[in-house]
């Protein structure tokens, strides 16, 4: 079984939007069984939220539902459990490996790299923009599953 932990600072907006694009993909592609996903916070800001409404209701535009997730934040023992834990931009990245005591075995990676267009996932906590935000993760989470499969994973 592949397991993909989505990590942004809060766990309301991106990194669950991740969580349940990915799980939609996986569906589609009959590949459920195959596959664990889930997303945290690097910080305890929004611990116990909901997925923030914006996020929510961008999710649902597409017929995706997230009913039921709570922020909750990375621990170590993540690095332990997950395969690949998949950060949303740069400042997740040193605090993801912060919390996780560094990457040693190379699992932690920016959402991003799997597009052709490298970098950090719009944050529309600040900008606004769930619509930006819906197109990179869709491209990260799909370039993501494309890459897995091509290469075999597990």
């Known amino acids: ?4 932990l989505f990590v942004c600072h809060g766990n ?28 945290a916070a ?3 800001e929004e611990i116990g939220n909901p997925v923030y409404p914006p996020a929510r209701r961008k999710l ?10 709570t922020s909750r934040q990375l621990t170590r023992a ?12 740069s400042a997740n990245l040193r605090n993801m490996r912060r919390i996780c005591d560094g990457d040693p075995v190379g699992k932690v990676h920016l959402l991003m790299e799997y597009t052709d267009h490298p970098g950090d996932v719009t944050d529309p906590w ?15 989470c799909s370039g993501l599953l494309e890459q897995l499969q091509r ?3 597990r």
Not at 1 to 4: A, E, G, L, P
Not at 78 to 89: K, T
Not at 126 to 140: I, K, P, S
């Open 42 to 44: 690097t910080s305890t």
């Open 126 to 140: 600040y900008t606004g923009d769930f619509e930006a935000t819906w197109r990179d993760v869709l491209a990260g």
């Open 151 to 153: 290469h075999g994973e």
């Open 12 to 39: 309301i907006c991106r990194s669950p939007m991740a969580e349940f694009v990915m799980k939609d993909l996986v569906k589609r592609a009959g590949l459920e069984s195959r596959f664990h996903i889930a997303s």
């Open 1 to 4: 079984m592949i397991k993909i």
């Open 78 to 89: 993540d690095y332990d459990q997950y395969d690949f834990l998949i950060g949303m931009d």
């Open 60 to 69: 649902a535009e597409h017929g995706i539902g997230c009913a039921g997730k």
